[in-house]
T-cell receptor, first 115, second 117 residues
Framework: AQTVTQSQPEMSVQEAETVTLSCTYD???????LFWYKQPPSRQMILVIR??????QNATENRFSVNFQKAAKSFSLKISDSQLGDTAMYFC????????????FGTGTSLTVIP | GAVVSQHPSRVICKSGTSVKIECRSL??????MFWYRQFPKQSLMLMAT?????????EQGVEKDKFLINHASLTLSTLTVTSAHPEDSSFYIC?????????????FGPGTRLLVL
């Protein structure tokens, strides 16, 4: 079975600063996908960033980037130039390749951006 | 693209009544849809996986007679909470898995807040 661990239940960051959210996972699979989702107070799940395990290059989306360490099974999210709108729950998710898109979610990290 | 709608967004009902929640993929065909339940400040808990034209697969501990799932078409899945009780009050989220077009992922609906009085 796949497990996803987010060890930081809550974090805070000053506006304009950088913050890193951690995620580790456990799997015996070689081909899979990793995701970070943001859930703001509206509770709509929003895809932040996606990483294919076969790609060595870390994914980047504007102010969001990941540090994907496949051997260590680590997938951290870095948010640069934090904005008030980044305040949300952040969930790390794992998906095996070829399994009908089933996700395994972490427990989430509540991020607060302080003005 | 890849928009998923969910209806209603919130519902209040009396104990003992049944409530139906619809989940639609608007611009893609979803052979697989997922139903989640989420309690405040917690992660999403997968309730069941719904495949078009076949019976849903329920996670351990989820009562299939309580939470009826129908996935009659490639764009529509419904969750019916039968004989709802206050403990069924929660936030329910559906998602649709894509195939073929675009990167593999799940696309989430906006959720339904259910309150049973």
């Amino acid at each position: 079975a796949q497990t996803v661990t987010q060890s930081q239940p809550e974090m805070s960051v000053q506006e304009a600063e950088t913050v890193t959210l951690s995620c580790t996972y456990d799997t015996s699979e070689n081909n899979y996908y990793l995701f970070w989702y943001k859930q703001p107070p509206s509770r709509q799940m929003i895809l932040v960033i996606r990483q294919e395990a076969y790609k060595q290059q870390n994914a980047t989306e504007n102010r969001f980037s990941v540090n994907f360490q496949k051997a260590a099974k680590s997938f951290s999210l870095k948010i640069s130039d934090s904005q008030l709108g980044d305040t949300a729950m952040y969930f790390c998710a794992f998906m095996k390749q070829g399994t009908g898109n089933q996700f395994y979610f972490g427990t989430g990290t509540s991020l607060t951006v302080i003005p | 693209g890849a928009v998923v709608s969910q209806h209603p967004s919130r519902v209040i009902c009396k104990s003992g009544t049944s409530v139906k929640i619809e989940c639609r993929s608007l611009d893609f065909q979803a052979t697989t849809m997922f139903w989640y339940r989420q309690f405040p400040k917690q992660s999403l808990m997968l309730m069941a996986t719904s495949n078009e034209g076949s019976k849903a697969t329920y996670e351990q501990g989820v009562e299939k007679d309580k939470f009826l799932i129908n996935h009659a078409s490639l764009t529509l899945s419904t969750l019916t909470v039968t004989s709802a009780h206050p403990e069924d009050s929660s936030f329910y989220i559906c998602s649709a898995g894509n195939r073929g077009v675009g990167p593999r992922s799940q696309y989430f609906g906006p959720g339904t807040r259910l309150l049973v009085l």
